[in-house]
């Protein structure tokens, strides 16, 4: 994480470029980018029906990004597990890439 802290934040049109046009077959319907007190996060949200999607990404460059990435990196690598009636948290890895994946709504069974 120390590497990160000397890199520079990504551009907002770079992080768009980043975001997939759709997920899982559906098409993306909105997507957001925040930036506060340095750090940047994309939002991108995939809704049909009554599913939806949304994939995060953090910028973690700078020295804000690299403490929000030592954060989220200690989350994911714990492999906390959480499920209740409302749905579930989980960590999962995709490819080479790890993440976290949340559900929730009523119908916990309809992830793929």
Same mark, same amino acid.
């Given at each position: 994480?120390? /590497?990160? +802290?000397?890199?520079?934040?990504?551009? =907002?049109? $770079?992080? %768009?470029?980043?975001?997939?046009?759709?997920?899982? *077959? #559906?098409?993306?319907?909105?997507?957001?980018? /925040?930036? +506060?007190?340095?750090?940047?996060?994309? =939002?991108? $949200?995939? %809704?049909?029906?009554?599913?939806?999607?949304?994939? *995060? #990404?953090?910028?973690?460059?700078?020295?804000?990004?690299?403490?929000?990435?030592?954060?989220?990196?200690?989350?994911?690598?714990?492999?906390?597990?959480?499920?209740?009636?409302?749905?579930?948290?989980?960590?999962?890895?995709?490819?080479?890439?790890?993440?976290?994946?949340?559900?929730?709504?009523?119908?916990?069974?309809?992830?793929?």
């Amino acid at each position: 994480m120390e /590497s990160l +802290k000397s890199l520079t934040p990504v551009s =907002n049109d $770079e992080l %768009k470029s980043l975001m997939p046009e759709s997920f899982n *077959s #559906i098409q993306r319907s909105s997507f957001e980018i /925040s930036k +506060k007190l340095g750090a940047s996060t994309l =939002n991108c $949200e995939f %809704k049909e029906n009554n599913v939806s999607y949304t994939i *995060s #990404i953090y910028d973690g460059a700078g020295e804000v990004g690299s403490g929000i990435a030592a954060l989220k990196m200690l989350g994911i690598n714990l492999n906390a597990e959480s499920e209740n009636e409302k749905g579930y948290k989980k960590n999962i890895t995709l490819g080479n890439a790890r993440g976290t994946e949340i559900q929730t709504g009523k119908d916990t069974g309809n992830i793929k």
